[in-house]
Structures are given as C-alpha cells and as structure tokens.
C-alpha cells in the first residue's frame, strides 16, 4: 500500500519530527496558496529580485547615457516608457533603480530587527532597571515622528544612499524591540525555560539558544507587513534629495526630477511613482499571506 | 391535543471546513411544553448549536437545516430576519455562559434591561426604567436602584448572571433557553442563581430548556432529560427515570460522578464508542409526552 | 485614599468619585513618563545638533571671519563649555520658546514656527476630518458586512493607501485635477490676488477668511487646500477604516452582541449602539496617532503642493543646513507626538467606564 506525498505530509499522526515539520511547512503553504493576492505578491517580488539581478543584459540602454537631443521624449517603440529631462531612457533607468530599492529594503529589514531584537529580548529577559532603562529609550524613539527623525539624522551625518538606510535602521528598531520583549516576557515564564536552566544553561545560552528562535517567526511577519513602509520612507527621503545622489537612478529621485515638468510631461515622475507603487503593493499583499499563516490570530480579524 | 411550545424535527446544522462538512448537529427531535427540559451532552455534542439554531442565530458559514421548527404550531426555521427579530426576546430568550462576556461593558446594567422591554412591549422610558427595577427586585437583587446604574464589571458573577435573567426574561418570553449558566459562577452561588431562574420560569408558567454538562444539576432542576452525543439526541428520559437509563453513554455519565450512597473504589473513564454516533435512538417517540 | 474594590458597583465613572486617589497617581504617573519623554526628545535633537558635520560657528560669523572673531563667536555661543552645560542651556532655551535664529530666514525660529505651524495644522486638520468622517463609516460597514463587496472596496483603498508613494500621488493629483481638469486651485495656500489680504488671527486661513467674512478669501483658500486635504485625508482613510474594521469584527464576534440579538435588537443598532460604542475609546487613540502621522506625513505633502507649513520649513532648512531650524521644527513635531498620546490617554480614563 502506497501514500502520496500530500496524505504523508498531511497527515494527523506524523511518524517522526521530521515529517511533522514538513506536514507543518506544507499546511503553512496551503494557506499561504489559498490567498491568490499573496501569489501574486510573491511572484512580482521573484521578478523583481530576478530584474535587479540580471539589470545589465535586460535593460535595453544605459542608464547613464544622456541624449540631450532626444530629451523629454514621450513613450514610443524606441523608448518603452519615454526618457527623462537628459535624453536617459527612463525604464533603463527603472531597471536598475531596482537593485537600489532592494539594497535600502533589505538593509534595513536585516538591520532594523536585529537591533530590535537584541534590545527587546535582552529588556524582556534581565528586566530590573535595565529593562525600565531600554524601555524608556526605545519608549522616546517611538514619540519621535519616524520620517522627521530619519530627516534630522541624514541632515546630521549629509545625505547620501548608505546614511538614508542608517537613518531608516535608526527609527525603525523601537517597534520590533516591543514586540521581542512581549514575546520574551511570554517565554520566560515557560516551563522549559526553568527546564533548560536547570541543566545548567547559563542566561546567554538561553537567549540565543531559545528565546530568539522563538521571537523570530513573529518578526518576520511584522518585518514583511513593514516592508513597504520601508520603501515608501526610503522613496521619501529620496524625493527629497536626501537619499541616492545623483546621477542614480533611485526611484523617489526619479519622481523629484519630474517633478518640474509634470504638467507637460507627465511619464517622466509617472512612471518611477508606478514602480514604487508596485512594489510595496507586492510587499503588503506578501505580508497579507505570511501573516496568515504565521500568525493565525491576528489572521482572524 | 393542543400544539406543543416548541416543536422541532431532524434539526441539523453544518459548518464547512477546509477538510470537509463539520456536522454540528445531526436530526435532532424533540418537543418542548410548558416544562423544564435539560440538554445534556460533553462539549462539543452540539447542545449549544442546537440552542442558537432554534433562535436563528447560526451565523455564516454555519447552516441550519430542519424538517421543521414550529413555536406554538407556527413554523419559525428560515423565518426573515425582521420577523425572527420579533421573536427573539419576545417569545424565545436564552441566557448564556459568562455574564463577564455576555454584559455589554460600556452600557449600565439598567440600560440594557430597559433595552429589550421598550422595544418588546413599546413602553415609555418611565415604564420601562419601573420594569428593570422590579425585575431586579425579581431576581432577589436587593438595591436594585444601584445596580441600575451600574456597569457590568462593578457587579460580582453570580449578581450578573442574575441581572441577565432578569433582562433576559423583562418582555415576558414563553420560552427561556439557559446554555450553561452556572458553569461560569463560583459553586457557592451556583444554586441560588438557578433557584432564582426556576422560581420565575416555574411561576410564568415558560418551558425551559436547560443546557448543560452536568447531568446532576440537570437532574435536579429539570423534569426531562436529553443526552446528546455527537450532535445527536442518543437518549431521552424523565429526570426521575435517571437511574434506568438504558444507553451506555448515560451510564457511563452516571458512573462517572461521585456517589455519596455507594463506596466507589475510583471513578470509572467515560468510555466512548464509535457505534453510538449513528446507531438507534433509544427513546423512538419523540418528546415522550 | 486607594477608593474601594470596585467589584460591587461604586456606581460612578467620575474622575472625582472615590477612585479619586487612584486616577491622581495614574496621572501623576503619566505626567512623568511625559517629562521623560520629553527630555529625551531634547537630548536626542540635541545629540543630533552636535554630530552634524556643519560647523555652526562658521555659519554664524562667514567664512572670511579672522580667527579671532570665530573663538569670540564660539565662546558666545557656549561651545567651549562641557558638553552637559551646553545641554542644560539647550533646555532652559528651548522651553523658554527659544530656538535660535534661523540663519536662511534670519527670523528666530520661534518666529518663523509660529507663521509656518498653523498651516501645518490647518492642513493635518482638514485631512483627519476627512479621515474620520469616510473612514469609520467605512470601516464599520465593512465589518459588518464582512465579504461583501463595500468591504472589498474598502479593502482595495487601504491596499492602495498602504502602498501609495504620498508625493506621488500628490503629484498626479496637481496633474489631474489642476493641470487637465481646472477644478482646484494650484499649489500654495492662497492665489496671488488674495496674498496677505486677510488678517491674521489664528493662522488658519480657512478660519481667518470666514472671520474677516471674506467669502472670495474662503472659496479661494478652499479650492487650494482641498486637494492636499484630501490627499493626506485618503492615508488618514486608509488607517482609520482598517483599524475600525478590526476592532468591529472583534466586538461582533463577543458574546455581548449576542446577547443583544437574542433580544431582538435590529442589526444596525446591535452595529452602532452595541458594538461601535465598545470601540469608541480605541478608535479615540487611533484617530490621535493618525492625527500625528498627518503631521508628520505634511513634510512630503507640502514640498509637492508648496505648501508654507512646518514641513517644508524643516525640509527647506536642512537643505540649507540651518541646524537651529530644523531642530526647532523637529521638537515642535515631537512635542505634539507626545501631547497627543497624551491626550489620549487621559480621553481613555475618563471615556471608558472600565479604567481606574
């Protein structure tokens, strides 16, 4: 008697660890697949990742190149989405604004968390004064208005790429370190947490041993649904001069440059605007399907 | 031979779930007159699903299927939602579980009660406010004036409870359905709660149905008895008839409690099997009357 | 004076009834997380104003000034004092309403805030009245009808909103509604014929012009804030609808509501007298936050629309790297952050009959 592979791993009474892990794993995408928006999300995402690797050979020209001559041009079968106030081909440009916006996002969205979940766990866990300590100042950067802050410290350290996700990084850890140090008070009091410290397993091993596994999963989530966020912040700061300096082409600088001639040539701000737009969709709509399996409460409402 | 309070036929309820059709409830039958009926199953058994089906309120997904539901020989199953609304209160209350949860917490007590009666009896403000005062009184609560103004969370369990009788019965229904409502209380106040209930429903002449797990209570409180298993009615007896019961899962039910007349060694497991799901009904007239 | 247990009816939801010792010490409490907050605001602006790389000495007295000169003007300024007397003196400053002189205005920026922040508000205003007044019905509906199809639009603009670049957007509606349609007026507050024409009382045109009776003044102050109004008031929609939303789906699914159906209550009042009123006290903050997000979120609004608000005096200044504005402007920021949370904090002790 033989099994499919979907009865294996769907089934109620796994035979080993193993199985249970992957039947969980397997349950997870099902739902994550009953979300048709989360697919798509997921599958603009995969070709955006996919555009940013292979910008070079896909883009059909420089995205440097200027072309004073033929500046302004409108949409047409020699320039798909019309080039920009120095003759550059805009969706070139597009093209290989996306490994800046993959850059920033995933920068922040490695960086930021891990901030957060250091401080978090380390307050949730010690508690005492050193959680009253962290709390307080992660407590202040929470009041502070997150673009604001991230504007005053690109203005501090000059603007350019590498201090915007700085700036980013800076205003977006307090959120996650509340949401770590919830997850660690709720862990700490469990049961095998006295177990693991009664076999001698001293506060750091604890730590990174089981409290950060299991603050991760609902990072992640919280990480995906701020993605877009992320953009829309990295895109700002980028509008406003403060982000990638000319003359690359970053999406929100895009949108600044056309900003001059939006009444009469509109493709050349539309177009960038369009990209940002699409991409954080994806992001927000991934985030829909990744809580939905990962979070099944907050899932419900 | 008039028509009984509350006639229901082959009742079922289903939920579709991802890995198929749930059957919450499955052909239930019973008649209701003016007497106290107990529901007595483990949870789970659909005795709850049973009362929410009767009052309409299986929400979406959830599906109610009946032969039929009559009140008073006038068919209710499916009924439009603004004729059932005309029901629901008037003629068919229920009182549930937890007052904690079942209390609006931002309304004072007072304005809940005068809530159902002014739009039951149409009465003033003025009348209404004397109705939900009497009716506290009626419910043996003494101050009624302040428990009037007071919000749910100010009042302890079993006083909240008994303010949901007291709303629950203020439009004067014919018929009370009690889902659980001493499970939720401090034991001490369990059987004055329920003194309380039967008293008004005994005195109004109102059938209860008297959902419950606790088939001591039930015996107790009520003058027949329904066991339900697996969404169905496996047994039907009169509360004094308890000890004849002839199903194994009543007797396992009986079996399982602590007897204060006979020395038992150690309480016996419920045993379930999977026969008692779809095998006879052991009382085949419905209702027994 | 701890006032009773409470648990058998006290009767009143008073701030002064006998639970008065306790709401006392809760807002004692507040009152110094507020200050705490606050001088970490200071410390952090501060932090900020000493990292930068622009040497403000120099910005004071011009690149060509003798040496002599630039020590005189730093020890004015304090720099040759350690760094926590600097700090001190920032603070003492600062909550005297001093932030220094701007130096591309010339004006102190205490001055220069107080011209620039109404129109901040005037705006943030327009735009969570907007907020509110579509997103909580909208939200309400939505989970009411949860699946039908007002909830799929709902969910649609909030997808949108969520994932909408402000300015551009903005930038389309200039496009769209001023450039091809005509139907608003262009960027700026106010046309150039109506320029100054209205004395100023609160700062507010829209109020300033209907107290002057200027009805041209108000029309055309409206045609020019009703589109970034808009703009922002749709990010406002996007947040409060979906937040409405979630907090009526997890009161419809409470037993209270029930209860109020097996009474035979009809369901619009089962919705806005039984459920909406448990989440007025949440909804409260929301509104708060959203409030400070507009705010916030006014910096890109206004550089698209050349709006004269807060935003784009901090923008512009740090361009220019006038440090004492752009702290002026961030502390004034932060300050309403923290006042608004604060102010709804202290809504939700008195609005909910449950706190104390």
Redesign the interface.
């Known amino acids: 008697m033989t099994i499919t592979t979907r009865e294996w791993l769907l089934s109620d009474a796994p035979q080993t660890r193993r199985q249970a892990r992957l039947g969980a794993l397997y349950q997870g995408w099902l739902t994550f697949r009953a979300n048709k928006l989360a697919l798509v999300g997921l599958v603009i995402l995969i070709l955006l990742v996919l555009i940013a690797i292979f910008a070079p050979w896909i883009s059909p020209k420089s995205p440097f190149a200027q072309n004073l001559g033929g500046r302004l041009q409108p949409p047409s079968a020699e320039h798909w989405l019309g080039t920009d106030a120095l003759g550059r081909d805009i969706l070139s440009r597009l093209i290989h604004g996306s490994r800046i916006t993959l850059f920033i996002v995933g920068t922040v969205a490695l960086v930021a968390p891990v901030i957060g979940l250091f401080i978090g766990t380390l307050s949730g866990f010690l508690g005492g004064w050193v959680d009253q300590v962290l709390m307080r100042i992660t407590d202040i950067f929470l009041a502070f208005p997150k673009l604001i802050l991230a504007l005053a410290f690109v203005a501090a350290l000059g603007p350019g790429i590498g201090n915007a996700v700085l700036a980013l990084a800076l205003t977006s850890w307090p959120a996650y370190a509340r949401l770590a140090r919830a997850e660690t008070l709720s862990i700490r009091k469990a049961d095998y947490i006295a177990a693991a410290r009664l076999q001698g397993a001293g506060p750091m091993r604890l730590l990174v041993g089981h409290v950060w596994p299991l603050c991760v999963s609902s990072l992640i989530v919280r990480v995906a649904l701020d993605m877009a966020g992320i953009i829309l912040s990295a895109a700002g700061l980028g509008f406003l001069g403060l982000g990638a300096q000319p003359p690359m082409p970053e999406w929100g600088a895009m949108i600044s440059d056309g900003r001059a001639f939006i009444m009469d040539f509109w493709w050349v701000a539309a177009m960038p605007g369009l990209a940002i737009f699409v991409v954080s969709l994806a992001f927000n709509l991934l985030g829909d399907g990744l809580r939905d399996v990962l979070d099944p409460k907050g899932a419900k409402e | 031979m008039t028509a009984p309070l509350l006639s229901v036929r082959d009742l079922r309820v289903n939920f579709p779930t991802r890995s198929g059709v749930f059957e919450a409830v499955r052909g239930i039958t019973f008649d209701l007159g003016r007497e106290r009926l107990g529901v007595v199953g483990e949870s789970g058994s659909g005795k709850s699903m049973t009362g ?1 089906a009767i ?1 309409g ?1 299986v929400r979406p997904p959830g599906k109610v299927t009946a032969e039929r539901i009559d009140l008073q020989g006038q068919p209710i199953l499916n009924l439009p ?1 603004d004729q059932m ?6 003629r068919i ?2 009182v ?3 007052p904690k ?7 004072t007590v007072g304005a809940q009660i005068m ?2 009666y002014r ?2 009896a149409r009465a003033t403000r003025a009348e209404a406010r004397q109705k939900a005062l009497d009716m506290l009184a009626a419910v043996q609560i003494r101050d009624p004036q ?2 009037f ?3 749910p ?4 369990g079993g ?1 909240g409870q008994r303010i ?1 009788i007291a ?2 019965l203020a ?1 004067d229904p014919d018929i009370l359905i009690a889902d659980e409502p001493t499970s939720a209380l401090d034991v001490s106040v369990r059987t004055e709660v329920l003194r309380i209930m039967d008293r008004l429903v005994q005195d109004r002449g109102m059938g209860l149905i008297f959902i419950s797990h606790d088939l001591n209570l039930v015996a107790q409180f009520c003058d027949r008895v329904l066991i339900m298993y697996a969404g169905r009615v496996v047994e039907t007896l009169a509360a004094s008839d308890l000890h004849n019961a002839r199903h194994p899962y009543t007797q396992g039910l009986l079996n399982s409690l602590p007897r204060l007349d006979t020395a038992v060694d150690r309480l016996p497991v419920l045993k379930r099997e999977a026969s008692w799901r779809d095998a006879e009904i052991l009382t085949p007239q419905p209702g027994g009357l | 004076m701890s006032g009773g247990n409470g648990t058998t009816g006290t009767g009143g939801r008073a701030l002064f009834g006998p639970r008065f010792g306790r709401n006392l010490r809760a807002i004692g409490g507040v009152l110094l997380s507020l200050g705490l907050t606050l001088l970490g605001l200071l410390l952090i602006t501060f932090i900020i104003g000493r990292i930068m790389p622009i040497d403000p000495v120099l910005k004071v007295v011009g690149d060509r000034a003798t040496q002599a000169q630039y020590d005189a003007a730093y020890q004015a300024m304090g720099l040759d004092r350690p760094l926590w007397e600097q700090f001190l003196r920032y603070i003492t400053d600062v909550v005297q309403g001093n932030f220094g002189r701007s130096i591309s205005t010339g004006h102190p920026v205490a001055e220069d805030l107080k011209r620039v922040f109404p129109a901040t508000v005037e705006l943030a205003t327009l735009g969570t009245l907007i907020g509110v007044l579509v997103g909580v019905p909208l939200g309400v509906i939505a989970a009411a009808r949860r699946g039908g199809w007002i909830d799929q639009i709902a969910r649609v603009v909030a997808l949108v909103g969520y994932s909408v670049p402000i300015f551009w957007l903005g930038l389309m509606g200039l496009l769209l509604f001023y450039g091809i349609l005509g139907w608003v007026g262009g960027p700026g507050r106010q046309g150039i014929i109506y320029d100054g024409m209205v004395p100023t009382v609160t700062g507010m045109i829209l109020i300033d012009s209907l107290l002057a009776g200027d009805w041209g003044a108000f029309r055309d102050a409206f045609s020019h804030i009703i589109l970034p109004a808009s703009l922002l008031g749709y990010f406002s929609l996007a947040y409060i609808s979906r937040m409405t939303r979630s907090f009526m789906l997890e009161q419809l699914s409470a037993e209270y509501i029930i209860t109020a159906r097996v009474k035979g209550m009809t369901e619009r009042r089962v919705i806005w007298r039984h459920a909406f009123r448990n989440i007025m006290v949440p909804l409260i903050t929301v509104i708060a936050l959203s409030f400070a997000s507009l705010l916030e979120g006014s910096v890109l609004t206004e550089i698209v629309f050349s709006w004269p608000g807060l935003g784009q005096y901090i923008t512009k200044a740090l361009l220019a790297g006038d440090m004492n504005a752009v702290l002026g402007g961030t502390v004034v920021i932060g300050t309403c952050f923290i006042l608004l949370n604060l102010l709804s904090d202290i809504l939700y002790r008195v609005l909910d009959p449950r706190s104390g």
């Open positions: 929410r009052l309120l939602e609304r005309a029901i629901r209160g008037q209350s229920m549930m579980q937890d949860f079942s209390l609006n917490p931002v309304m809530e159902a739009l039951h302040r428990v103004d007071s919000y969370h100010e009042v302890s006083m949901m709303m629950m439009p």
